[in-house]
């Protein structure tokens, strides 16, 4: 079943539906989430409901009750599960995927797909979703996939939305009805919008006109206005956690307070019953004053760098009514329980790590959706604000824009690959792979190629058949003419310049072009990144990086001779200048590419050719055709459908089998490393199978390989702490070191290996293993060896950032303790996880 329905319509009381049969009439209902966070709050539903014993959890961090009747847990426990033919999925009788859209997430989305493609088809999915424009598509392909599926639409929302606009001290509706109820955007906001990009020079010899210019709200200023309208509670989108930190300082500054003294009393009573079990110290380190002086007035944030406690407490006490506004990051609107009554959406933009991207649709509806409450609520209310660089009309066309299609993100990787190896044949394999909802949608693609393909082909007969001459060949006529004026446009009867040769070449150059410069300071290969046009000069730019990672901008004066393209360099999709990894990755590839020299044309024209081609087209037989004007016409047109017909037939041969083909050169890579043999898994391979981690090939080899048997505990931990530590946002240059010199030793062996198995991706176009980062080394050291919290961490250092990687530190420590080679290893292993579990990162974020 696929129930696809928008937040607050109630479609997770179909899954818990499915929990409710499993107990009345045995077997097994698990419930599973994208997130931790959703675990332990629907772990907390189903406990209240029916008790200790018939309610179990099983996440990463926490293993409750594991056999009961009614298991949540992660997405991710469930796949592994499969993987290893655990005895918890004997009696299995029915599986919720909440939150099954996450599918198309880029980095974890095919986990879903692994589950729906793996579990036995006698176990009933009940997938639930967030409102998706291809429902029907995703429900074929459960059909086709696990049999009989009921596919439930709702469109409607139980709770209204009315969309704001809120410019200046203005707060508009966003549409207005017309006499025949249709709706329309607000002719006031495009008013306002005009004030705010009209220029206010004045034209020559004019006079200024002085007009008020739109401004984008204060905080305080929005949270007074929904107080005084009755709009509270609120969830205020900022996408940032600073920005919701600093929103949270700057209510508190302007002596902004939501709460009577009953509910302040309340809520400072149910804080410290939270965090009871932190030390003084560690609640001072974590910024204990000025939380509980924001949660007192009503005002919280909420994101990914507060420790769990501090989230969950504002969670239900925003879900109790006691806090009425709360700044929260994206990751608020992915599920968890916080019905509000209002939205705001500080900013329409959102950095996704590499550059700042609109949001679409899909994002606008689920942050939106989020407003107002089932059962008490008439109405809810999403809140936009005056925006700096998307106008009114951008805003509307988002807010009533209803298509955001679920698109699936599947690719297979080194432990599928070797779960696939381990429990079947290659030929189930492969049809596996092509099972998944990415060959399903590539393949209805060809479909739609092969449609659009064979009507060009029909188009393309009948221009060869009208641009037939019977006095001679069309084809060789028309070669001539473009012979002709391709040395015309080479440089015409009186040659080029090597000026002119220069901007011609740069003009031709390509981002991903390699050059070469022969002398002078900027002596070296250059991969092209951007060719630009100076508008005020009508003169190319080219801004290239060098192999030593400097970014260089080159005017056409800067080259003595025409810079040709001496080799080709992909550049990764979603490459952006700014991010430095990407410039590091590119710049690796630069060094070990390949240059030819190539041949330089011949740019100077002798008038003699251009004659000998006149004195051919006039002769030529075709040329007095009275129809020659429209067989050249049906030429042109023949021509450019036949590069057309070509380019359809290289993306059909792209998208059939292509997940096939991926899996095949993943395999390779097992088989080089010797994780495969004859389609059989040898002892590496076995080892491969039990790790589930983004970097899961790397920490394999490095096992087998003995990099860590000669690192104490501490060290053990720090070392594999580069193995998930990822930072966030562009990094800022500063070199991180390794806190011990047999760190630093095993940090280089770890990266000489990278580097190998990025060869062997890089040679078939792969991209499965993410570089390490030791930036998070040192922490991890210090805390690992007892260090107190305050010593560990900076300033700027977000505590539930500590906390999370700390979580998956230990995820990763527990699994290379199953798999470790040796006693003495496993010891150390085990010593490394009882180094980090303890103060704020061993408090529990369930209640049990």
């Known amino acids: 079943m696929l129930v696809a329905a928008p937040t607050g319509a109630g479609k997770t009381v179909v899954g818990e539906f499915a929990a ?104 009933q999915i009940i997938s639930l979703s967030a409102t998706i424009s291809n429902a029907e598509e995703f429900g074929e392909w459960l059909q086709t996939l696990r049999g009989r599926t009921e596919v439930i639409i709702e469109e409607e929302r139980p709770v209204d939305i009315r969309h704001w606009y809120f410019a200046s001290d203005e707060l508009l509706p966003m549409f207005v009805h017309t006499a025949d109820g249709q709706a329309m955007p607000n002719p006031r906001g495009r008013e306002l919008d005009r004030r705010r990009h009209r220029d206010a020079r004045p034209a020559r010899g004019g006079r200024r006109v002085v007009e008020k210019r739109g401004r984008m709200p204060l905080r305080t200023e929005v949270l007074e206005r929904l107080n005084s309208e009755d709009m509270l509670p ?29 509910e302040r009393q309340r809520i400072i009573e149910y804080a410290d019953l939270r965090v009871a079990e932190l030390s003084p110290n560690e609640l001072d380190v974590l910024g204990y004053d000025e939380w509980i002086a924001g949660l007192a007035r009503g005002i919280a944030a909420h994101h990914a760098g507060m420790i769990p406690p501090f989230k969950e407490a504002v969670e239900v006490l925003f879900s109790r009514g006691l806090v009425k506004a709360v700044f929260a990051t994206e990751t608020l609107a992915l599920g968890i329980n916080m ?48 925006q700096r660089f998307i106008p009114f009309e951008g805003i509307t066309r988002l807010a009533s824009t209803r298509t955001y ?95 002119r040769r220069v901007l011609e070449a740069v003009n031709a150059l390509r981002p991903g072009d390699v050059i070469y410069v022969p002398g002078g300071k900027r002596q070296g290969r250059y991969a092209v990144l951007e060719v630009t046009q100076q508008a005020s000069e009508r003169r190319p730019r080219v801004l290239a990086l060098s192999e030593s990672r400097t970014m260089v901008r080159f005017a056409p004066n800067d080259f003595r001779e025409p810079p040709l393209p001496r080799a080709r360099l992909d550049l990764p999709k979603g490459f952006h200048v700014r991010d ?63 590069k057309e017909i070509a380019g359809v037939d290289r993306r059909v041969k792209r998208r059939t089998g292509t997940l096939a083909r991926r899996f095949e050169l993943v395999l390779e890579i097992l088989e080089h490393l010797d994780y495969v043999k004859s389609w059989t898994l040898t002892s590496k391979g076995d080892v491969l199978r039990a790790v589930y981690n983004e970097s899961d090939l790397l920490v394999v080899e490095a096992l087998e390989r003995g990099m860590f048997d000669d690192l104490d505990a501490p060290e053990l931990a720090a070392v594999c702490s580069t193995l998930v530590y990822e930072p966030r946002g562009p990094e800022t240059g500063v070199l991180h070191e390794l806190p011990t010199p047999a ?3 095993v940090w280089s062996e770890i990266m000489r290996l990278w580097r190998t198995i990025k060869k062997q991706e890089e040679q078939r176009g792969l991209d499965l ?48 303790e199953e798999v470790a080679p040796s006693e003495v290893l496993g010891g150390r292993v085990r010593a490394a996880i009882d180094g980090i579990q303890r103060g704020v990162v061993a408090y529990s974020s369930v209640d049990i």
């Open 405 to 499: 299609p679920l698109v699936s993100s599947f690719q297979p990787s080194y432990n599928m690959a070797v779960n696939l190896v381990r429990n079947y044949d290659l030929d189930e394999a492969e049809h596996l792979v092509n099972s998944s909802f990415a060959q399903f949608q590539a393949d209805r693609d060809v479909v739609r190629l092969e449609q659009t393909k064979e009507r060009s082909v029909a188009y393309l007969a009948s221009y060869r058949e009208r641009m037939q001459c019977d006095r001679g060949d069309i084809h060789e006529y028309r070669d001539l003419i473009a012979r002709r004026q391709a040395l015309e446009d080479r440089g015409g009867k009186s040659g080029q310049t090597r000026g």
């Open 580 to 642: 430095p990894k990407a410039r590091r990755h590119l710049a690796r590839k630069l060094a070990d590419v390949e240059m030819h020299h190539p041949r330089p044309p011949r740019h100077v024209v002798d008038d003699d050719e251009i004659k000998a081609l006149d004195r051919g087209i006039e002769s030529h037989p075709v040329h007095g055709c009275p129809d020659l004007g429209r067989h050249l016409h049906y030429a042109d047109r023949a021509v450019r459908l036949e």
């Open 20 to 123: 409710w049969l499993a107990l009345e009439s045995g077997g097994k209902t698990f419930y599973t989430t994208p997130i931790k966070a959703l675990s332990n709050q629907k772990y907390g539903d189903f406990l209240s409901r029916y008790g200790t014993d018939s309610v179990g959890l099983l996440t990463g961090d926490n293993s409750v009750n594991g056999s009961a009747s009614v298991v949540v847990m992660t997405t991710e426990v469930l796949r592994n599960m499969i993987y290893e033919s655990s005895p918890t999925l004997t009696d299995l009788r029915y599986v919720v995927l909440d939150e099954v859209h996450y599918l198309q997430d880029r980095y974890r989305g095919a986990v879903w797909e692994e589950i729906l493609i793996h579990l036995p088809v006698d176990v």
């Open 769 to 816: 293993t993410r570089e390490p980062d030791p930036g998070f080394a040192t922490r991890v050291h210090r805390w690992a060896s007892g260090a107190p919290l305050e010593d560990v961490l900076g300033e700027d250092d977000p505590a539930g950032d500590f906390v999370r990687v700390m979580k998956q530190l230990t995820d990763l420590l527990r699994q290379v």
């Open 234 to 262: 609120a969830i205020y989108f900022i996408f940032s956690r600073k920005g919701c930190d600093e929103a949270v300082r700057q209510c508190l500054r302007d002596g902004l307070r939501l709460t009577n003294p009953a």
């Open 743 to 745: 760190t630093k030793d």
């Open 339 to 386: 019905p509000a009554r209002s939205v705001v959406i500080e900013s329409l933009m959102k950095f996704t790590g590499e550059k700042h991207e609109q949001l679409t649709p899909g994002q606008y509806t689920q942050f939106s959706g989020r407003a107002g409450r089932r059962g008490l609520d008439e109405l809810g209310h999403c809140v936009v604000l005056l």
